[in-house]
T-cell receptor, first 115, second 114 residues
């Protein structure tokens, strides 16, 4: 099946720990994105990457880090510097350039809870 | 200039009624306006999208109306069904120098009562 796979679905983090959320896509998309979703706030962009080995900060990048070593993979690390990490995290991907038909597809999401 | 404002925050409609969700934007550089549907615990899925050179687009029971001069667009769901109960997000996308990223509205939680 083609699509975007996020893992784990549920993750618990202790104070002071770093955790990494996995995102893999087999759609041959160039661009990948990480969004954070909080109730009543819509989706906010954390990081995005248009090509391998390149990525840019989104609107709320502080306390997060990413890498893009392979076209298929875009893992997100939530560091201990992120003071309020409890949220629903969504990975997405699309073909690179913003032209007609450049749909952004989302994964099923990962729930992160601080305990 | 990067915001997309969506209203209402929640909406209750009777089965068979029309659901209307509105969005407004400020940045005239936006060139693509999709709507996404999200069920609880799932990722958003593209529902319908429009470009600013078109005033209306219809797909089945879903219609986007676009008013470029007012910088507003809306989603109409005709003959609303309980299965339409979900959260709906409007979004807007900038030109290539913004990375093609989407700017999302705050979301509308739609509940269709039987």
């Amino acid at each position: 099946d083609g699509g975007i796979t996020q893992s784990p679905k549920y993750l618990f983090r202790k104070e002071g720990q770093n955790v990494t959320l996995s995102c893999e896509q087999n759609l041959n998309h160039d661009a990948m994105y990480w969004y954070r979703q909080d109730p009543g706030q819509g989706l906010r962009l954390i990081y995005y990457s248009q090509i391998v080995n390149d990525f840019q900060k989104g609107d709320i990048a502080e306390g997060y880090s990413v890498s893009r070593e392979k076209k298929e993979s875009f893992p997100l690390t939530v560091t201990s510097a992120q003071k309020n990490p409890t949220a629903f995290y969504l990975c997405a991907s699309s073909f690179g350039l913003p032209r007609a038909g450049n749909t952004i597809y989302f994964g099923e999401g990962s729930w992160l809870t601080v305990v | 200039q990067q915001q997309v404002k969506q209203s209402p925050q929640s909406l209750i409609v009777q089965k068979g009624g029309i659901s209307i969700i509105n969005c407004a934007y400020e940045n005239t550089a936006f060139d693509y306006f999709p709507w996404y549907q999200q069920f609880p615990g799932k990722g958003p899925a593209l529902l319908i999208a429009i470009r600013p050179d078109v005033s209306e687009k219809k797909e089945g029971r879903f219609t986007i109306s676009f008013n470029k001069s007012a910088k507003q667009f809306s989603l109409h769901i005709m003959d609303s069904q309980p299965g339409d109960s979900a959260t709906y997000f409007c979004a807007a996308r900038g030109f290539y120098n913004q990375g093609g990223k989407l700017i999302f509205g705050q979301g509308t939680e739609l509940s269709v009562k039987p």
